[in-house]
């Protein structure tokens, strides 16, 4: 039942906005605008503090795989924290959900990845993973290999090491500071906006690959650690990369024994239809695998670092004397590993990688439709993970101005329309709960397109 008339919209408001800094606030429009604060939700749906529902394709924030509001979920994160709400991971402590889940995930990722090491969420493994490479490095004696490559557009997180490796110029503000030295951005796949005039995706990923040799080259191969990639790449711009280039990636890295670290914080635990994407979806196995968001559909925050036993032999090494000093006082936290078993229950149960599989064509191929509008300059993605890119001119492909804010003013009306979309300057980006059907498809691209076709009258 409905708790909204309990809620006062007004007072949370003014609470926020006095008090309550968000990730990625910009300053000027917030101080004018607030929030929109979200008292509830159910299945696909949330709802506001004043009642009103929208259908949320943004799935929180790539996180809601299983939908919200589960009762299942909520009795198994209350049982666990009656029964044992906090145990310290550290040195020789562990606790029965953290020990089951670390089974459950070498169970189901890529062959040799057989162990994890657990985070607070996606930044924090993305920097242990940071941290770990020039750990396994200097047990290895390659004390020189310290360089990390990624790409330009690709996000993978907020801490500092994360951002730093992250290669989003809009989140590269000059007012803060990042590591530069030992890390470089690589041009990113983007055909559809990088490809030069008349180059094949073949091309293009020869020139891709060979910019990364080049790189390699130029650092010294003896010099580069690791390479990071999301597979899709997500907050980016949905960054499906074309045939290819990601298995060639990885064919560089293993020549020159670079480890290659699939980001997949987004494209794990069944947004593409798999359990991880890396294998599955494009044939590689990476050394390291990074998670979290659908690892417990956002029900508590819990992240992963996935590994190979490659380099756990090295770090295990017998007699070496080391310790792994690193970790966090909530890494393995009970209540967060029995909410991810459950998760992982609910996910194999429902068969929603399954579903995933039969409506994730369909969502694509639907919304491709829209490539018909005058403003829609590309529709991609893959299965739950897709975007809108708006252009000015569908010819030239030419951007809107920035501050014309062209996402925003579509996801505006599709706000007005109950239809959560999620703004990223020139695009629309979605990754819905992996419930959705092929009912809430027709409802979502058809409301889409209404929010587009109102955008297009205002800008008239
Ligand atoms: N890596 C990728 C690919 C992501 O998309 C994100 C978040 O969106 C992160 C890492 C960071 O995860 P978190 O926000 O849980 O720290």
């Known amino acids: 039942m409905s708790q909204q008339a309990q809620y006062d919209s007004q007072a949370i408001n003014q609470m926020d906005k006095d008090h309550h800094l968000h990730p990625w606030q910009i300053f000027d429009v917030f101080r004018e605008e607030g929030a929109l604060a979200i008292a509830r939700g159910e299945g696909c749906y949330i709802y ?13 924030l790539w996180c809601n795989n299983i939908g919200l509001g589960r009762k299942e979920m909520a009795e198994a994160i209350a049982a666990q924290a009656y029964e044992m709400s906090y145990a310290s991971p550290f040195v020789d402590l562990t606790n029965v959900p953290a020990a089951k889940l670390a089974a459950k995930l070498a169970e189901l990722a890529p062959g040799p990845l057989n162990h994890v090491f657990f985070t607070c969420g996606g930044s924090t493994a993305v920097d242990t993973a940071f941290r770990m490479i020039h750990y396994y490095q200097n047990c290895r004696g390659k004390h020189e290999k310290k360089h990390i490559i990624s790409r330009m557009n690709s996000y993978h997180g907020s801490t500092y090491a994360a951002m730093s490796i992250g290669g989003k110029p809009g989140d590269h503000p000059p007012e803060f500071e990042y590591i530069s030295d030992t890390i470089h951005h690589l041009s990113y796949p983007n055909y559809y906006r990088c490809a030069a005039d008349g180059q094949s995706e073949t091309e293009f990923v020869d020139a891709l690959v060979k910019e990364f040799e080049d790189k390699i080259a130029e650092l010294g191969a003896d010099k580069v650690a690791a390479f990071f990639a999301e597979p899709i790449m997500g907050a980016g711009g949905v960054i499906v990369a074309p045939e290819g280039y990601l298995k060639r990636m990885y064919e560089v890295c293993k020549q020159n024994d670079i480890l290659f670290v699939a980001d997949e914080v987004v494209t794990a635990f069944g947004r593409l239809g798999h359990w991880f994407a890396s294998e599955s979806e494009f044939g590689i196995v990476p050394d390291m695998i990074t998670s979290a968001k659908g690892l417990t559909s956002g029900y508590q925050p819990l992240g992963a670092l996935l590994f190979s036993d490659e380099i756990w032999d090295v770090l295990n090494e017998e007699d070496s004397g080391r310790c792994f000093a690193h970790g966090f006082t909530y890494s393995g936290h009970p209540v967060a590993c029995a909410a991810a078993l459950k998760n992982i229950e609910i996910l194999e149960k429902e068969k929603l990688l399954e579903n995933v599989m039969e409506v994730g064509p369909y969502f694509e191929q639907q919304l491709k439709t829209l490539e018909d509008l005058p403003i829609v300059g590309q529709v991609r993605g893959r299965k739950f993970m897709v975007c809108v890119e708006y252009v000015a001119n569908k010819e030239t492909k030419a951007l809107f ?36 059907s092929k009912a809430d498809v027709d409802f979502v691209v058809s409301t889409l397109r209404k929010s587009i076709e109102l955008t297009i009258e205002d800008l008239k």
């Open 401 to 436: 101005p920035e501050e014309q804010d062209i996402g925003k003013r579509v996801s505006n009306h599709a706000d007005e329309l109950g239809l959560i979309t999620r703004a990223i300057v020139h695009l629309n980006v979605m990754s819905p709960p992996l419930t959705m």
């Open 48 to 60: 506001d503090t004043d009642g009103k529902r929208y259908f949320d394709s943004v799935g929180g």
